[in-house]
């Protein structure tokens, strides 16, 4: 009775995490509210959950920055106009670009339960209007912290 009991609660709380885990859609755009953007540009949410990129305007992927994933994490991979969903399971902020249009701004910014590798990131060479993004987005992130 009692492994009965232990296997029952293991599938009721498996199958509790996975209906709790939520997916954020974030469109690529052309002709977003800041032109060439990711929209939304910030996506907070929590390990496990996962971010559903949508090629909105085609023409358009989504990469990790090199150092603004979380040590350990597997990086942001999405194909030029092709959709993919990833999921997160490692706490972090992890920052992304559209490989042609990162000198536009088409920057975003994933924060997974906590942005505790955000001074690491900060470090990343960023020129140009992408700069100047990150610098918006990182505000965000930091009034959301309560800096």
Not at 47 to 62: L, R
Not at 69 to 91: H, L, M, R, W, Y
Not at 130 to 143: G, I, P
């Given at each position: 009775?009692?492994k ?22 974030v ?16 996506v ?10 949508i ?5 358009h992927?989504?990469q990790?920055?090199?150092?603004m994933t ?6 942001i ?57 990150f ?13």
């Amino acid at each position: 009775m009692l492994k009965f009991a232990g296997g029952a609660l293991a599938l009721f709380m498996a199958t509790a995490f996975s209906a709790t885990a939520a997916t954020v859609d974030v469109q690529m755009l052309s002709h977003g509210s800041h032109g060439f953007s990711f929209e939304p540009a910030v996506v907070y949410i929590h390990s496990g959950d996962s971010v559903h990129f949508i090629p909105t305007d085609k023409g358009h992927n989504a990469q990790s920055i090199p150092g603004m994933t979380p040590d350990g994490a597997q990086p942001i991979n999405v194909p030029f106009s092709q959709e993919k969903t990833i999921q997160f399971t490692k706490p972090g902020l992890y920052g992304y670009k559209c490989l042609p249009h990162f000198a536009l701004g088409m920057v975003g910014l994933v924060v997974v339960d906590n942005a505790n590798n955000e001074a690491e990131a900060r470090k990343a060479p960023l020129y140009g209007a992408a700069k100047r993004r990150f610098n918006e987005l990182f505000q965000d992130v930091d009034s959301k912290n309560g800096k």
